[in-house]
């Protein structure tokens, strides 16, 4: 058996299977390689977000992406608001997404990321830029918590985390 025409076969075919996965994983990085607008812009943002986050979040950031499972909307109530300032956001977003693969976004795209979702919950303009060391003075509403309108609720109200159970135990008496 001649070993050069074995080793040919071989290489073609590894080169191929390369090329192959190649094609079908960089069709999603497309996009991010030809990112829109300044780091920490919405259009940035959206493209970033386009590559690396509608997988699982989808396209309408309704949580229904095309990984088949049902992941956390990032639109509405309950979702992007309920931060308390963007720099809270952007260490979330930096440190654990995207979910196969934390930490992995670099600085400039999770800035890009948070200022398109904060567009997207109207929270930021179309011509927003986010600048990172000014982060934390950007106040989302979750920074003014509302207090739970449930008897037993505490008295400074400030101290109460949206949505939480914080407000202690409801107690019922009998008529």
Not at 120 to 130: F, I
């Amino acid at each position: 058996m001649d070993t050069t025409i074995f080793g040919r076969r071989a290489a073609r075919m590894l080169i191929a299977g390369m090329l192959a996965l190649g094609i079908a994983g960089g069709a999603r990085w497309a996009a991010h390689a030809q990112k829109a607008g300044v780091p920490g812009s919405v259009p940035a943002g959206q493209s970033v977000y386009a590559a690396r986050c509608s997988f699982c979040h989808g396209d309408a950031l309704d949580g229904q992406g095309s990984g088949g499972r049902a992941y956390p909307p990032l639109i509405g109530p309950h979702t992007v608001p309920d931060y308390p300032t963007a720099a809270v956001l952007y260490d979330y977003i930096k440190r654990s997404m995207p979910y196969a693969r934390p930490g992995s976004l670099s600085d400039e795209d999770t800035l890009s990321v948070v200022a398109f979702l904060l567009n997207q919950n109207d929270l930021l303009a179309a011509d927003g830029v986010l600048d990172p060391a000014g982060l934390g003075a950007v106040l989302l509403p979750g920074s003014r918590p509302l207090p739970p309108p449930i008897p037993g609720a505490p008295a400074n109200p400030g101290s109460v985390t949206p949505g939480s159970s914080q407000a202690g135990a409801l107690t019922v008496t009998a008529p």
